[in-house]
């Protein structure tokens, strides 16, 4: 089973144009799926909205286009959290070709308020969740995490212990040290022997995209638009299957069958309780 999966780094307008977001990622849906795209992954809190004074719905036009191109689409967004007077989720909504809200991810780490209230591109009182769900695809099972996240592994690992095959991982915006966050990317794919994917708004700096497989880098792009990859999942469940080994004789690029690597029993008795 294979899919292409196009990774959109757009050209991101804040303020009083910021709703403009939604329109120009309804085109580059258009756009991906035009160029045989199958999923589609767009930034951190694109098209938003990205601040509490300007609010707006992107779902049912970015709906209306996933069903017009057959495409699923993953987009970030806000949220009011149920009951509180003034906290906000940080969302990535899954939507599947037939236009249908499959499932959100709502950013669980690190604690609230971190970067989000009062920035200069953000600006609204950050509450984090605590779930971390993934979703069935025909193609494969997809988890989300949200930008800094990567740096926590263990929630890739959850994911992947959950049945996460591909593991999507939208970026705000990073421009001190790309090269160590691409590294990460690139090591969660590696450690779960799942796909990775990463792509950031570009709001006066160069972009950050690539898709990662357990074995090498799939694609990357410092460019606005679309970057794509084909993704073989029968590669990845092939690699799971084995048992762990370094063949010695190139057949593969990675140890498969790393998960059994793990010894809980060995995590209970050192962590603190």
């Known amino acids: 089973m294979k899919v292409k999966l196009a990774v959109v780094q757009p050209r991101t307008r804040l303020g009083p144009e910021e709703e403009t977001n939604v329109k120009e990622a309804v085109r580059y849906i258009d756009a991906a799926a ?54 906000y989720h940080n969302v990535c909504l899954l939507i599947g070709p037939d236009g249908g809200l499959v499932g959100k991810y ?7 308020p971190y970067i989000y209230k009062g920035g200069p591109f953000w600006d609204f009182n950050y509450t984090p969740a605590d779930d971390l769900p993934v979703f069935e695809t025909p193609f494969g099972t997809i988890g989300i995490l949200i930008c800094s996240e990567v740096f926590v592994p263990e929630l890739s690992r959850i994911l992947a212990l959950k049945g996460a095959e591909i593991i999507l991982l939208p970026t705000g915006r990073v421009v001190d040290f790309n090269e160590n966050w691409l590294t990460l990317v690139r090591a969660r794919a590696v450690e779960n022997l799942a796909f990775t994917a990463t792509g950031q708004n570009l709001i006066g700096n160069e972009g ?34 084995l048992a762990p080994k370094i063949s010695g004789s190139g057949a593969f690029k990675t140890i498969p069958g790393i998960a059994s690597f793990r010894r809980p029993e060995v995590f209970r008795k050192n962590l603190p309780a």
């Open 34 to 87: 035009r160029r045989g795209a199958q999923l589609v992954l767009f930034p951190e809190t694109y098209p938003g909205p990205w601040t509490d004074r300007i609010r707006y719905d992107p779902l049912g036009r970015l709906a209306a286009q996933a069903k017009a191109s057959g495409v699923w689409v993953v987009a970030g967004t806000s949220e009011p959290v149920p009951g509180s007077a003034d906290g």
């Open 106 to 112: 709502r950013r669980t780490s690190p604690p609230g």
């Open 208 to 241: 950050m995209a690539m898709v990662a497989s357990p074995e090498r880098v799939l694609a990357e792009s410092k460019e606005e638009g679309i970057l794509l990859a084909e993704l073989d999942l029968g590669r990845v469940r092939e690699l799971r299957r």
